[in-house]
């Protein structure tokens, strides 16, 4: 069963509809029983880092023990941030930690280039090593909302990046674990394609 976490921080009706749109069913729950069967784990997400964790803590043992056993796992948005060891939105609060590296805002600086923050709406794919995520997949445009972005401690990590006045790792990926900062549920049939490589190519 692909099974989405819903912890209270998640566009699960859209990344829901996305699986479903590409002919998968998916179980939406808080049920930490349920979460334990899972044979594909997705974690969605929208708002900030210290209440993602937060709303999280109860299901780390869970999410970590899935990533262990070598069960195919999706990060999305916010659902990649939390990924990581640390953010500068939520100091002393720790992430998932399953890539070490930190979560930083968007320079100041990029305001006087005319970008505005949060990075919001449509910019193009870098492609930097090949993924089962990517397969079919160029410098195509996918659909971003964030004023925050990861750096990898391993940049062997990103799969793909965009430039948003500096360079933004848009998918990575590691073993079982994928996860991309834009929202392929919303990025139109080549965000859909994302979807169905990972049913496809990662199953």
Known sequence: MITIIDYGSGNLKSIRNGFHHVGAEVLVTRDKEELKKADVMILPGVGAFGTAMENLKKYEDIIHQHIKDDKPFLGVCLGLQVLFSESEESPMIRGLDVFSGKVVRFPDTLLND??????????????????????????????????????????????????????????????????????????????????KNFLRNVL
């Open 114 to 195: 005319g970008l505005k923050i949060p990075h919001m709406g449509w910019n193009n794919l870098n492609i930097k090593q090949n993924s089962p995520l990517l397969e079919g997949i160029g410098s195509d445009y996918m659909y971003f909302v964030h004023s925050y972005y990861v750096r990898p401690d391993n940049e062997e990590v990103v799969m793909a990046t965009v430039d948003y006045g500096v360079e933004v790792p848009a998918v990575v990926a590691q073993d079982n674990v994928y996860a991309t900062q834009f929202h392929p549920e919303k990025s139109g049939e080549i965000g859909l394609e994302i979807l």
